[in-house]
């Protein structure tokens, strides 16, 4: 995951709070930018939205020439936006329609566990009987682009009222991930 942590300045977003701040156009997975809603890609459970940021202008119109293959289109992308430079050149359209897949591959929520390093790690034991909270919000700003809180049945399951004291809420302690008990 490419996110920067957030500078001791910027803390007033989540007081207290372990997070990561990213420019959203270059940490997506994948984008897509439809002109209206009607051209959107459809949402399904099985769906696999394709890449597709051509009418955000010239550019992009480029790269999608340039890069047929979906991959490289997506790598060009998050480069390119990893330039503040670039990132000022561009504000999102109220009339289109954006389609957005945040690691997918990653956050696995049909167990609520996390597959990075080759690993999978339970994210109930960190949560602490507390919803996984996903977020955009504008930077500098009280506004949220989207807010909403994401639980599943095993973290009522699994919480144990005595790990109490070990729980992360001021970045100072954890459960360590080999003492979770597997549900």
Do not use: C
Not at 74 to 91: A, M
Not at 96 to 119: H, M, P, Q, S, V
Request: aromatic fraction near 10%.
């Amino acid at each position: 995951m490419e996110a920067n942590i957030v500078a001791e300045n910027e803390k007033e977003m989540i007081p207290n709070a372990t997070h990561f701040m990213s420019p959203m156009a270059a940490t997506a997975s994948i984008i897509n930018i439809s002109p209206d809603e009607k051209s959107a890609p459809a949402l399904t459970a099985t769906a696999r939205i394709e890449e597709d940021m051509r009418a955000v202008g010239e550019e992009f119109e480029d790269s999608f020439k340039k890069h047929p293959d979906m991959e490289k289109r997506i790598l060009w992308r998050k480069k390119y936006f990893n330039k503040i430079s670039n990132l000022e050149k561009f504000s999102f359209d109220t009339d289109a329609t954006y389609t957005f897949d945040f690691y997918n591959d990653k956050l696995i929520l049909e167990d609520l566990r996390l597959a990075i390093l080759g690993k999978k790690f339970d994210l109930t034991a960190y949560l602490a009987g507390q919803p996984l909270r996903i977020m955009a919000k504008v930077r500098g700003s009280t506004q949220y682009l989207w807010n909403f809180e994401v639980w599943h049945e095993r973290q009522t399951e699994s919480w144990d009222r005595t790990k109490s004291d070990k729980v992360v809420t001021d970045g100072t302690s954890a459960p360590s991930p080999a003492t979770t008990p597997k549900s």
